[in-house]
């Protein structure tokens, strides 16, 4: 007898813990995949991951956009934001997205050549000599054509985010000539097309996470690593490193996306709400990151005593004339059509 009301006992507290405790949250989880749902709550949730700090261009733009999406929709769509890779990792996210564990992501292009070779035009070596070339670019035929390739992988590629100009930061400087670099370590993001410039500066690269820079760099188990300025300040790389130079040798920026189906779920109203919050979110995206860089760049010079130089436009013809014959071997990869529309930009704007 005294078993059985023990049994009762504990099977009135679990049901209790399982109806209070996660009801709510499998509900919530559910709504974005069924319509029919929309009568237990009116609320649908949708979950974007993403790697890097709040204070950044990319942090700041999910948050507008959350912001955006829930007052177009008098709070009936929900935007939860992960950051700082506290759901996935970055190749980790792409996979969940597809799996239908998280509703958008913003992953660095750099790192989409797992899905498509042609991402890597972004990422040749001076492809943009200006914010404005970067403009045209992404708003152009190669951008289109590179949120279009999602298709291939049930992807709906929703818009590009830019973060900014990639710089050079490292223990063992100055970084003035390419010669500088030769023989260090450089921790890099996964992308074979950035691998092989590192390699043509016979250095050696490490392709890991966002998320284990700090510890590499901290461990000196790298020398330095390249990255924009405002992912430099937000995770504090500047405390570790003597010297950074400015050398915007390479774009870094992001791919918007949901899965296609997920997306198809949605109701007209919903997509509505969504197209036009990110059309939104995008043009101010444009303006802020170019302000956020500059604005954090004077905040590195007054909290560190980091050693800044930057390279003169003599100086970039010399990295340029060791990095440019990438444009030649990875022209099988990207594709003919997307490296010389990106060649004609850039002659455009230098
Ligand atoms: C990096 O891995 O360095 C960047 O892609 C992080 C980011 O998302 O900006």
């Known amino acids: 007898m005294k078993s059985t ?5 504990l099977f009135s507290i679990v049901a209790t813990v399982f109806i209070f405790g996660f009801l709510p949250h499998f509900t919530q989880e ?6 029919d749902q929309e009568g237990l709550s009116k609320q649908i949730v949708f979950k974007f991951s993403h790697v890097v700090a709040e204070n950044t261009p990319k942090g700041l733009a999910a948050a507008k956009f959350a912001k955006l999406v829930s007052d177009k929709s008098n709070g009936n769509i929900k935007i939860e934001i992960f950051p700082n890779g ?14 239908g564990h998280v509703h958008f992501i913003a992953p660095s292009t750099s790192k989409l050549g797992m899905l498509s070779p042609k991402w890597g035009v972004l990422d040749l070596p001076f492809a943009f000599p200006s914010d404005a070339a970067i403009t045209e670019g992404l708003n152009g035929p190669i951008g289109t054509e590179l949120l279009h390739s999602l298709q291939r992988d ?3 590629g929703l818009a590009h985010w ?4 990639k710089q050079l930061t490292t223990n063992k400087g100055p970084l003035i000539t390419p010669q500088d670099i030769e023989g260090q370590t450089f921790r890099i993001m996964q992308s074979g097309v950035l691998q092989q410039q590192f390699d043509r500066l016979n250095s050696h690269a490490i392709q890991e996470s966002f998320n284990s820079t700090y510890k590499l760099l901290e461990s000196g188990k790298v020398d330095g690593e390249e990255n924009t300025i405002s992912n430099i ?11 950074l130079t400015i050398s915007n040798h390479g774009y870094l920026g992001y791919a918007v996306m949901m899965s296609e189906k997920v997306w198809e779920q949605q ?3 919903t997509k509505r709400i969504l197209i036009e919050s990110m059309e939104e979110t995008t043009s101010w995206n444009t303006h802020h990151s170019i302000k956020m860089n500059n604005e954090q760049l004077d905040l590195i010079k007054e909290k560190s005593p980091i050693k800044i130089y930057e390279l003169t436009e003599q100086e970039k013809e010399q990295w340029k004339k060791v990095l440019d014959p990438v444009y030649d071997t990875l022209t099988p990869q990207i594709g003919k059509e997307l490296v010389d529309e990106i060649k004609k930009l850039r002659k455009r704007y230098e």
């Open 5 to 9: 009301y023990s049994f009762i006992l």
């Open 30 to 35: 559910e709504l974005p995949y069924d319509d």
């Open 86 to 99: 506290s759901l996935y990792s970055d190749i980790e996210e792409i996979n969940a997205l597809k799996e």
């Open 154 to 156: 049930d992807i709906k």
């Open 162 to 165: 830019r973060n900014g100009f």
């Open 233 to 243: 300040y937000s995770k504090k790389f500047y405390n570790l490193q003597e010297y």
């Open 267 to 269: 109701t007209e109203e």
